[in-house]
């Protein structure tokens, strides 16, 4: 018998489905690979504690190797993400910052996740009424930047992208 998902986050905050566990792991994957640079090595750790795992331990086993890895045993902080209208960060995306990012088939080990701007309109307007329509084109306009690589090569040639691809946020950029 296989370990169940409420054991994987034994302490404050229980998973109780395989979607929460799904969204939970893609969330801790993303952030992960996100802040993952020295002396932090989020991913080695993670990716150390599933392989690492005993031997005839389960999948789901190995996930909450990694998962403890990760965040440290034995509690996992579930993070539910509630936007308001309060949250500055959120109001800049929905108005002046749109990032487009999604996923496509076999992109990523996630599931497919296209961007959906007609989506991501109705969550603004949910939050912060319907007067505030999302507008992608904002920062080009306003600040150029439609050849990035013209544009860092004419006005940015200190920039340092020192993670590369394994940067999240790489495909916002410039790769060369």
């Given at each position: 018998?296989?370990?169940?998902?409420?054991?994987?986050?034994?302490?404050?905050?229980?998973l109780n489905s395989s979607q929460q566990l799904k969204l939970y792991l893609e969330f801790s994957y993303e952030v992960s690979a996100q802040y993952d640079n020295p002396p932090a090595h989020y991913v080695s750790d993670i990716c150390n504690a599933i392989d690492?795992?005993?031997?005839?331990?389960s999948i789901?086993?190995?996930?909450?190797?990694?998962?403890?890895?990760?965040?440290?045993?034995?509690?996992?902080?579930?993070?539910?993400?509630?936007?308001?209208?309060?949250?500055?960060?959120?109001?800049?995306?929905?108005?002046?910052i749109v990032m487009p990012f999604g996923?496509?088939?076999n992109d990523t080990m996630f599931e497919a996740a296209p961007f959906d701007l007609n989506n991501y309109t109705k969550n603004c307007q949910e939050v912060?009424?319907?007067?505030?329509?999302?507008?992608?084109?904002?920062?080009?306009?306003?600040?150029?930047?439609?050849?990035?690589?013209?544009?860092?090569?004419?006005f940015a040639s200190n920039i340092i992208?020192?993670?590369g691809l394994r940067d999240p946020y790489s495909s916002g950029g410039s790769t060369n």
């Open positions: 018998m296989g370990l169940p998902i409420s054991a994987i986050s034994s302490g404050h905050a229980p690492g795992a005993a031997e005839g331990t789901l086993g190995r996930v909450a190797e990694g998962l403890n890895a990760s965040s440290g045993p034995p509690c996992h902080g579930i993070y539910v993400y509630n936007p308001s209208h309060m949250d500055e960060w959120f109001w800049q995306t929905c108005t002046e996923r496509g088939d912060f009424g319907v007067s505030v329509t999302p507008r992608p084109h904002w920062i080009t306009t306003e600040f150029g930047g439609h050849d990035i690589k013209s544009v860092l090569g004419n992208f020192s993670n």
